[in-house]
């Protein structure tokens, strides 16, 4: 079974402060995908990583993709409080496409 | 893009009851979609995988006849959850994928039914 560990579970910053969420696996993956979800709403997908060792930037928000494809990182440049949410990473499942996901991160960033 | 419409986003139903959630690809042919079971401020946790004209997928401790999945249509499934109780209780969600989207593990989510079962 492909098991994804997130952390932290839970990050409380000020705003302007930056944060690092980590996505770790002891299984390859062949993608990784980026999720934030709101209250009340279903999964929003930011960024998919495919390639072992990618870097992908979507404004103040940057996505890595370990070189061996077990694990990932979000880093959040001076955040803001409409970055508060639950992020979620998830990998597709190398038997039938499935996704798994980790177990989320509450970000909540502070004026 | 793709959109997933999710009916009803909101049902609070008494206990005995039994409720159906529906789940719509509205630009796309969906072949499969997937149900999810999140718990306040908790990942998703994968409950069954509904395949067009043929029976669902569970996943382990998933009781197939208490959670009924329909997958009649190439653009809809349905999660019908039978005999609710309160432990039931639970944000649901689904998932479908847009196989003319770049990337074969691009899924589309539903907005999600919070159900409440008293």
């Known amino acids: 079974t492909q098991l994804l560990e997130q952390s932290p579970q839970f990050l409380s910053i000020q705003e302007g402060e930056n944060l690092t969420v980590y996505c770790n696996s002891s299984?390859?993956?062949?993608?990784l995908q980026w999720y934030r979800q709101e209250p009340g709403e279903g999964p929003v997908l930011l960024v998919t990583?495919?390639?072992?060792?990618e870097v992908k930037k979507l404004k103040r928000l940057t996505f890595q993709f370990g070189d061996a494809r077990k694990d990932s990182s979000l880093h959040i440049t001076a955040a803001q409080p409409g970055d508060t949410g639950l992020y979620l990473c998830a990998g597709a499942d190398n038997q039938g496409g499935k996704l798994i996901f980790g177990q989320g991160t509450e970000l909540s960033v502070k004026p | 893009g793709a959109v997933v419409s999710q009916h009803p986003s909101r049902v609070i139903c008494k206990s005995g009851t039994s409720v159906k959630i529906e789940c719509r690809s509205l630009?796309?042919?969906?072949?499969?979609m997937f149900w999810y079971r999140q718990f306040p401020k908790k990942s998703l946790m994968l409950m069954a995988t509904s395949n067009e004209g043929s029976k669902a997928t569970y996943e382990q401790g998933v009781e197939k006849d208490k959670f009924l999945i329909n997958h009649a249509s190439l653009t809809l499934s349905t999660l019908t959850v039978t005999s609710a109780h309160p432990e039931d209780s639970s944000f649901y969600i689904c998932?479908?994928?847009?196989?003319?989207?770049?990337?074969?593990?691009?899924?589309?989510f539903g907005s999600g039914t919070q159900l409440s079962v008293l």
């Open positions: 990583v495919v390639t072992g060792g």
């Open positions: 299984s390859v993956f062949s993608s």
């Open positions: 998932s479908a994928r847009d196989p003319a989207n770049m990337g074969n593990e691009k899924l589309f």
């Open positions: 630009d796309f042919q969906a072949t499969t």
